[in-house]
């Protein structure tokens, strides 16, 4: 076998098919729930998923495919008012203890106080590359379109289409592990984490005002679902090479300018012996 056939990107070819799940699909068709009980609920015809936390327990769910490779957008309304101890997270995840993970996490605040999106990638178990942003709207006000974009050239972070993070394959030319062997699967949840999420833990979860409550709908997949051998002879697959441009670049440009709070890459307590190696590559950092 030649050395171009044996590539990651051609075996990638052989092993997944692309799969569209339509925005009215309805959500029974795509996900099932995995905890929670009826805390977590279908409606509206399958076209509205919510999911609920009290003091009891929270809830989630997961896609009924996993994907290597994927382009995953979901609208989320957040937790309305007073939210602090609370965590919505979307995110896609493989298993076992050298998993691969690219995450959005909201971070609810009081009533009054801005969301924190936490954003963190794992490659073979290893994650501490976080990023937090507020974000530039209220996220519990309406729905928003958030967008994983997981391609073997880059993973994007997009908000209402939006660019806000990067992260770039270097693997095969710094050695820098990226996620592109272990299928993951898409999940959500809604939890109490009033011991880190709010202030460090200062502020804790009201209790008094549970059910809190996330919404769901609109959700879409273009990916290469495992086990299947379609992916890349579809038409409906520019997201398979997509990267930033000019004007895409700009666009996150700014919302790191104005509203990332937190890097990871500029942490410089936290890394006393030098930053990992990916915060010396551009759009990583």
Same mark, same amino acid.
């Given at each position: 076998m030649s050395a171009s056939s044996s590539s990651p990107l051609l075996i990638?070819?052989?092993?997944?098919?692309?799969?569209?799940?339509?925005?009215?699909?309805?959500?029974?068709?795509?996900?099932?729930?995995?905890?929670?009980?009826?805390?977590?609920k279908v409606s509206d015809n399958?076209?509205?998923?919510?999911?609920?936390?009290?003091?009891?327990?929270?809830?989630?769910?997961?896609?009924?495919?996993?994907y290597l490779f994927a382009k995953i957008d979901m609208q989320i309304k957040l937790v309305a008012g007073n939210s602090a101890g609370t965590v919505t997270a979307f995110y896609l995840s493989s298993q076992g203890q050298n998993h691969d993970e690219i995450d959005f996490e909201f971070l609810g605040n009081l009533s009054g106080d801005p969301y924190i999106l936490h954003t963190n990638i794992f490659c073979q178990g290893q994650g501490n590359r976080e990023q937090q942003f507020y974000l530039w709207f209220d996220p519990t006000a309406d729905f928003h379109n958030y967008t994983i974009l997981w391609n073997y050239k880059n993973i994007l972070?997009?908000?209402?289409? @939006?660019? @806000?993070?990067?992260?770039?394959?270097?693997e095969?030319? *710094?050695?820098i592990p990226?996620?592109?062997?272990?299928?993951?699967?898409?999940?959500?949840?809604?939890?109490?984490?009033?011991?880190?999420?709010?202030?460090?833990?200062?502020?804790?979860?009201?209790?008094?005002?549970?059910?809190?409550?996330?919404?769901?709908?609109?959700?879409?997949?273009?990916?290469?679902?495992?086990? *299947?051998?379609d992916c890349y002879s579809s038409n409906n697959?520019?997201?398979?090479?997509?990267?930033l441009d000019y004007a895409t670049e700009g666009q996150m440009k700014w919302v790191q300018d104005n509203y990332m709070i937190y890097n990871y890459c500029k942490d410089a307590?936290?890394?006393?012996q030098g930053f990992p190696p990916e915060c010396y590559v551009k759009n990583n950092k």
């Amino acid at each position: 076998m030649s050395a171009s056939s044996s590539s990651p990107l051609l075996i990638v070819m052989s092993l997944c098919s692309l799969f569209l799940a339509a925005s009215s699909d309805p959500f029974y068709q795509n996900f099932y729930v995995t905890w929670g009980g009826d805390r977590a609920k279908v409606s509206d015809n399958g076209q509205l998923l919510t999911l609920s936390l009290d003091n009891v327990s929270g809830s989630g769910f997961q896609s009924k495919n996993e994907y290597l490779f994927a382009k995953i957008d979901m609208q989320i309304k957040l937790v309305a008012g007073n939210s602090a101890g609370t965590v919505t997270a979307f995110y896609l995840s493989s298993q076992g203890q050298n998993h691969d993970e690219i995450d959005f996490e909201f971070l609810g605040n009081l009533s009054g106080d801005p969301y924190i999106l936490h954003t963190n990638i794992f490659c073979q178990g290893q994650g501490n590359r976080e990023q937090q942003f507020y974000l530039w709207f209220d996220p519990t006000a309406d729905f928003h379109n958030y967008t994983i974009l997981w391609n073997y050239k880059n993973i994007l972070l997009l908000v209402d289409g @939006i660019t @806000i993070r990067e992260f770039k394959n270097l693997e095969s030319s *710094n050695g820098i592990p990226f996620p592109h062997n272990q299928a993951m699967k898409v999940y959500s949840s809604l939890w109490n984490a009033d011991d880190w999420a709010t202030r460090g833990g200062l502020v804790k979860t009201n209790w008094t005002l549970a059910p809190f409550i996330a919404s769901y709908k609109v959700f879409g997949a273009n990916g290469c679902v495992q086990g *299947n051998s379609d992916c890349y002879s579809s038409n409906n697959n520019s997201w398979l090479w997509q990267q930033l441009d000019y004007a895409t670049e700009g666009q996150m440009k700014w919302v790191q300018d104005n509203y990332m709070i937190y890097n990871y890459c500029k942490d410089a307590k936290r890394f006393p012996q030098g930053f990992p190696p990916e915060c010396y590559v551009k759009n990583n950092k």
